[in-house]
């Protein structure tokens, strides 16, 4: 079965420091992968996402993240993060790709970001 | 920018109650989705539409029913409000077909549901 595993619920780091936040996947054919970042309250807002061919993506508010076929994973990074990060964090990965675009979610990852 | 919009931040209702969210996107975007967000849980596809008065059940439609009478508008019905209903509930939109940047899903703020 497709999914999209977030196996860190809950992540704390301090303001400056790097952070990686993982993501795997279980899909049969090559996947559209994304990260949307939600702040306290609000909607989701996408940051990054990989079709094809780069497998470094980059993306806003200087996160990036890798694909990684061989290990099934899309981890997000940033070198330094910033306390404005403070959010919860989700990957995602369409299932459908021939029309309806169905995102199917990981359960997300808060992060807490420490002065 | 692409704006979803939806017609209440928080919402309060009695169980039983009949309830409405709306949602409204300007993007003229075919896709339009439904998902409830529960904490440990992340999102979950309630009902999603890929066009005017097409709707397709997503994970989760039980309790559920959904409108969609124009391509901006997609509505979120709870024929009979419960409690384990309450809940974020997002709105998104999507172009239908596959194009590059086209993928990505637009949310909207959401709407946070109470049902006493």
């Known amino acids: 079965a497709q999914s999209v595993t977030q196996p860190d619920i809950h992540i704390t780091v301090s303001e400056g420091a790097s952070l990686e936040l993982r993501c795997n996947y279980s899909y049969g054919a090559t996947p559209y992968l994304f990260w949307y970042v939600q702040s306290p309250g609000q909607g989701l807002q996408l940051l990054l996402k990989?079709?094809?061919?780069?497998?470094l993506v980059q993306g806003i508010k200087g996160f990036e993240a890798e694909f990684k076929r061989s290990q099934s994973s899309f981890n997000l990074r940033k070198p330094s993060v910033h306390w404005s990060d403070a959010a919860e964090y989700f990957c995602a990965v369409v299932l459908d790709q021939t029309g309806a675009n169905n995102l199917f979610f990981g359960t997300g990852t808060r992060l807490t970001v420490i002065p | 920018d692409v704006k979803v919009t939806q017609s209440s931040r928080y919402l309060v209702k009695r169980t039983g109650e009949k309830v409405f969210l709306e949602c409204v996107q300007d993007?003229?975007?075919?896709?339009m989705f439904w998902y409830r967000q529960d904490p440990g849980l992340g999102l979950r596809l309630i009902y999603f539409s890929y066009d005017v008065k097409m709707k397709e059940k997503g994970d989760i439609p039980e309790g559920y029913s959904v409108s969609r009478e124009k391509k901006e508008r997609f509505s979120l019905i709870l024929e009979s409000a419960s409690t384990n209903q309450t809940s974020m509930y997002l709105c998104a939109s999507s172009f239908r077909r596959l194009a590059g940047v086209r993928n990505e899903q637009f949310f909207g703020p959401g709407t946070r549901l109470t049902v006493l």
């Open positions: 990989y079709f094809s061919g780069d497998t």
């Open positions: 993007m003229d975007h075919e896709n």
